[in-house]
């Protein structure tokens, strides 16, 4: 009992104890944000890449691709991992060159991915129909154009008029023919990404993040690409009927998609594909479908992966960028460590004589210890206590947080425009919390463990002749 009594007598009368425990809470605090907002960042990325990707893939190791997909899900149907998949579609996937004349007259030209999909297919897989503007959630897309849109078409696309020349009347010779009807040839559709068609401003008045777009539905792109058999450029004029927006600027500012059939044809590519998505019923199965999938399509033409697999240097990245930032950030208690182990130091020195009372009195050289450890471990558990609760704290109003320090600093902390967020994701994890607690609190001890020590091990006679 008197041990208890000792480390709370010494918690609340030495302000050096303040010093500790304040440094043992802000790098608890700044750990347990710092690892809410990584894990937010990774799982949402995670989440919107596994969206955007089917579950497997089986893809082919050149643009050339590879002959009759239907054949090949039928196949795959027919397997004995037929029952475990909900859903297949193929796609066809190439790089072309995007045109168009912006508002103010000046071309624009960009690289992007372009992608040839059955619309109501690839909502199946998911990752589609839920990041498209017009057709949002729409369980079977399409290419068409709404009403506003055609109404865009006719008057920005002149008619085609069909002149021909009245000849002389003749008796003995039949009238000539009616000319064929005037009409417009619609385009192929096409839904662009919505990085291509707009572009990010701020506006003056009240200073938000707004979207100018510089392609409407019923305009007119032409995208160039080339064939697949000789490799010659080919090129298009298709009218854009919807945007992709994921907000992941890496798919919104590249990814086209077009009809697959159009595609096909315009690359010479008919009946080819370069990969078919798979969604599965249970994900949990990944394993056991591509272990299948590689026994039915050889590894010389074909690749079979799982989401995960395809973005594994991303998620690697990630992983270890995480992994390395949590060691640099636990120096932090680290250093708050060393400070516990100098202000023990000089309690026992200062204590020498009060050390030598207790042994006198009938304390053991564990009971002094005991003393020394208590008190590093209440040190730690307080510290470790109100870092949690500031970072929890922290964590949940990190938005506030960060928008009130953009006023006071006058710039804006985190750029909307370039992380494409509407706010910082965060996502707290209970085990991290917890080992960062037991981590911070095993610090503590461990830096009162030397300074306990030396105390347990003073002589009663020469602690009282100290002085």
């Given at each position: 009992?008197?041990?208890?009594?000792?480390?709370?007598?010494?918690?609340?009368?030495?302000?050096?104890?303040?010093?500790?425990?304040?440094?043992?809470?802000?790098?608890?605090?700044?750990?347990?944000?710092?690892?809410?907002?990584?894990?937010?960042?990774?799982?949402?990325?995670?989440?919107?890449?596994?969206?955007?990707?089917?579950?497997?893939?089986?893809?082919?190791?050149?643009?050339?691709?590879?002959?009759?997909?239907?054949?090949?899900?039928?196949?795959?149907?027919?397997?004995?991992?037929?029952?475990?998949?909900?859903?297949?579609?193929?796609?066809?996937?190439?790089?072309?060159?995007?045109?168009?004349?912006?508002?103010?007259?000046?071309?624009?030209?960009?690289?992007?991915?372009?992608?040839?999909?059955?619309?109501?297919?690839?909502?199946?897989?998911?990752?589609?129909?839920?990041?498209?503007?017009?057709?949002?959630?729409?369980?079977?897309?399409?290419?068409?154009?709404?009403?506003?849109?055609?109404?865009?078409?006719?008057?920005?696309?002149?008619?085609?008029?069909?002149?021909?020349?009245?000849?002389?009347?003749?008796?003995?010779?039949?009238?000539?023919?009616?000319?064929?009807?005037?009409?417009?040839?619609?385009?192929?559709?096409?839904?662009?990404?919505?990085?291509?068609?707009?572009?990010?401003?701020?506006?003056?008045?009240?200073?938000?993040?707004?979207?100018?777009?510089?392609?409407?539905?019923?305009?007119?792109?032409?995208?160039?690409?080339?064939?697949?058999?000789?490799?010659?450029?080919?090129?298009?004029?298709?009218?854009?009927?919807?945007?992709?927006?994921?907000?992941?600027?890496?798919?919104?500012?590249?990814?086209?998609?077009?009809?697959?059939?159009?595609?096909?044809?315009?690359?010479?590519?008919?009946?080819?594909?370069?990969?078919?998505?798979?969604?599965?019923?249970?994900?949990?199965?990944?394993?056991?479908?591509?272990?299948?999938?590689?026994?039915?399509?050889?590894?010389?033409?074909?690749?079979?992966?799982?989401?995960?697999?395809?973005?594994?240097?991303?998620?690697?990245?990630?992983?270890?960028?995480?992994?390395?930032?949590?060691?640099?950030?636990?120096?932090?208690?680290?250093?708050?460590?060393?400070?516990?182990?100098?202000i023990f130091a000089m309690i026992v020195v200062e204590k020498t004589r009060d050390i030598g009372i207790l042994k006198a009195l009938g304390a053991s050289n564990g009971g002094v210890m005991k003393i020394f450890l208590g008190y590093g471990l209440l040190?730690?558990?307080?510290?470790?206590?109100?870092?949690?609760?500031?970072?929890?704290?922290?964590?949940?109003?990190?938005?506030?947080?960060?928008?009130?320090?953009?006023?006071?600093?006058?710039?804006?902390?985190?750029?909307?425009?370039?992380?494409?967020?509407?706010?910082?994701?965060?996502?707290?994890?209970?085990?991290?919390?917890?080992?960062?607690?037991?981590?911070?609190?095993?610090?503590?001890?461990?830096?009162?463990?030397?300074?306990?020590?030396?105390?347990?091990?003073?002589?009663?006679?020469?602690?009282?002749?100290?002085?």
């Amino acid at each position: 009992m008197y041990k208890l009594l000792l480390c709370w007598r010494y918690l609340l009368t030495r302000y050096l104890a303040l010093a500790c425990i304040i440094s043992v809470m802000l790098g608890v605090a700044t750990l347990i944000v710092v690892n809410s907002v990584m894990s937010g960042f990774s799982t949402k990325l995670k989440d919107r890449l596994h969206g955007l990707l089917s579950d497997v893939l089986v893809e082919a190791r050149s643009m050339e691709g590879f002959p009759d997909p239907a054949e090949k899900m039928r196949r795959i149907e027919q397997s004995r991992i037929g029952d475990k998949i909900e859903a297949m579609t193929p796609t066809l996937e190439c790089f072309a060159m995007i045109q168009y004349t912006q508002p103010n007259g000046e071309p624009f030209t960009k690289p992007v991915h372009l992608v040839g999909i059955d619309p109501e297919g690839r909502a199946k897989i998911g990752g589609f129909a839920e990041h498209l503007l017009r057709q949002k959630d729409n369980p079977k897309p399409s290419f068409e154009l709404d009403a506003e849109g055609k109404r865009r078409l006719l008057l920005t696309t002149p008619p085609v008029v069909h002149v021909h020349e009245e000849a002389p009347l003749d008796p003995d010779r039949p009238p000539p023919p009616d000319p064929p009807p005037t009409r417009v040839k619609v385009p192929e559709g096409t839904i662009i990404g919505h990085g291509i068609a707009s572009f990010r401003y701020k506006d003056r008045d009240d200073g938000k993040i707004k979207d100018a777009y510089a392609l409407l539905p019923g305009d007119g792109v032409i995208l160039t690409t080339v064939s697949g058999e000789k490799l010659a450029p080919v090129y298009d004029r298709f009218i854009v009927t919807d945007y992709f927006k994921s907000e992941m600027s890496e798919y919104d500012a590249n990814y086209v998609f077009v009809p697959l059939d159009h595609l096909q044809k315009l690359r010479t590519m008919q009946n080819r594909v370069t990969s078919i998505q798979i969604k599965l019923k249970n994900y949990d199965d990944s394993k056991e479908v591509v272990e299948v999938l590689e026994e039915l399509f050889p590894s010389g033409t074909y690749v079979v992966e799982t989401w995960e697999h395809k973005q594994g240097a991303l998620l690697s990245a990630i992983s270890v960028e995480r992994g390395i930032l949590n060691v640099l950030l636990f120096l932090i208690i680290g250093v708050a460590g060393f400070g516990i182990l100098a202000i023990f130091a000089m309690i026992v020195v200062e204590k020498t004589r009060d050390i030598g009372i207790l042994k006198a009195l009938g304390a053991s050289n564990g009971g002094v210890m005991k003393i020394f450890l208590g008190y590093g471990l209440l040190l730690g558990a307080v510290g470790t206590g109100l870092g949690t609760a500031l970072g929890l704290f922290i964590t949940v109003y990190i938005n506030e947080i960060e928008k009130l320090l953009g006023k006071i600093v006058g710039m804006e902390l985190f750029p909307r425009d370039i992380y494409y967020f509407d706010k910082i994701p965060t996502f707290v994890q209970p085990e991290s919390v917890i080992l960062v607690n037991l981590g911070a609190v095993a610090i503590a001890v461990l830096a009162s463990v030397l300074p306990a020590l030396r105390a347990a091990l003073l002589h009663p006679v020469r602690a009282l002749r100290y002085e």
